[in-house]
């Protein structure tokens, strides 16, 4: 009996101990962790705490954090609590996620609900500034002879309300952006393409965004690029718009999009995409000129990619973007003899070193939605 009272507890002792220190045993099996960033979680891993004297009480909560991050198999049960538990039985995102379930399947990122609800605003000010901000830029390229026409890419719940989570409120008053829109289509000085409009009103033929993606598809991005190209041809009479006739959309099956892949569902769904097959396609790569991207940019090879067509009669074009205009780019490198495009880590500057190397008759500035706020570097 005494023996058995011993035993159970040294026993219960050393099971403890052990697994205690499982972490230490498979960190040190696994040997280092290379993996700095969760691509699911779009951020960063802690990173692995070096042990100081001085600081010993914060050294097992850091190590924790950092063995969490890694631990071998964390993914893997994310993935399925998100599959079976949360999206299966209670039909919400995980906690903590950025991504909301809309009706039917479609996601929606919860970042832009703000912008969608109209809780996300600014005073009078600070929407003057972004107006002015872009009327002086319009003004600073017009004197170089080269003119600039600006677009905003709504976002997903803008146009697809009716698949939004029925929690979402629509404002009685304007969203921030239709108060800028607002604001700029009554300066007849800039250039604004109101890209909305068309969009809305074209998704009655077909989808236009993708349902676990924030962005539009190809059909949604050609709509926005007719509506940009047919405002650029009444400044360039030489260009000429592709037609929708002359595009065949091709579909084909995708894992989910980047909605889906953050909830850790992405190889368990699928994403119908379409393929843009021009009837006739003039542009081909052309060489690039070297302009280094921002030491802190995660994809520099994204910051510079150049389309050419053999026609002379055409203008040269730099477009300022982020990855909305990669949907437009098909149709639109079409009309330019020579096309840069700038993915400027989400800055969009004003870039001048850069316009005075390619000396572009056309400068297009594409800011989606959310990242209006960008132009004057406003961050809250």
Not at 287 to 315: C, I, M, N, Q, R
Not at 336 to 352: H, P, S
Request: charge should be positive; proline fraction near 8%.
């Amino acid at each position: 009996m005494n023996n058995g009272s011993k035993t159970y507890p040294l026993l219960f002792a050393i099971l403890f101990m052990a697994w205690l220190l499982t972490p230490w045993f498979l960190d040190t099996i696994t040997g280092k962790f290379e993996k700095s960033i969760s691509k699911r979680e779009n951020r960063a891993l802690s990173k692995r705490p070096v042990f100081h004297p001085l600081a010993a009480d914060s050294f097992p909560s850091a190590y924790d954090n950092f063995y969490t991050d890694r631990f071998p198999y964390r993914e893997e049960l994310i993935n399925w609590w998100s599959r079976n538990i949360n999206i299966c039985v209670y039909r919400k995102s995980p906690p903590h996620s950025d991504v909301d379930i809309g009706r039917e399947g479609w996601l929606f990122s919860s970042t832009e609900r703000p912008y969608y609800e109209g809780t996300k605003m600014y005073g009078p000010d600070t929407i003057e500034l972004i107006h002015q901000t872009i009327r002086n830029r319009v003004i600073f390229y017009k004197a170089g002879g080269i003119r600039l026409y600006i677009l905003f890419p709504p976002v997903k719940g803008q146009v697809y309300p009716e698949y939004l989570p029925p929690d979402y409120i629509r404002p009685t008053d304007s969203t921030l952006t239709e108060k800028v829109i607002a604001v700029l289509l009554k300066d007849t000085l800039i250039p604004f393409v109101n890209v909305t409009p068309a969009l809305l009103k074209a998704k009655s033929k077909g989808r236009l965004y993708s349902k676990t993606d924030t962005h539009w598809n190809t059909k949604g991005g050609y709509e926005a690029y007719f509506q940009l190209i047919c405002r650029i041809k009444k400044d360039f009479p030489s260009v000429k718009p592709v037609e929708r006739k002359d595009v065949a959309f091709i579909p084909y099956k995708l894992p989910g999009g980047n909605l889906a892949l953050k909830m850790g569902i992405s190889e368990y769904t699928t994403e119908e995409c379409f393929k843009p097959v021009l009837k006739v396609q003039r542009a081909r790569d052309g060489k690039k000129a070297g302009h280094k991207a921002p030491p802190w940019f995660h994809a520099p090879d994204d910051f510079e990619h150049v389309k050419v067509v053999a026609d002379s009669s055409l203008p040269k074009v730099v477009v300022i973007r982020d990855s909305f205009f990669i949907q437009m780019m098909p149709f639109f490198e079409e009309n330019f003899r020579k096309t840069v495009y700038l993915f400027d880590a989400w800055m969009y500057e004003l870039n001048w070193d850069i316009i005075q190397k390619e000396k572009p008759d056309i400068v297009v500035l594409e800011v989606v939605d959310p990242n209006i706020k960008s132009l004057i570097h406003v961050y809250h």
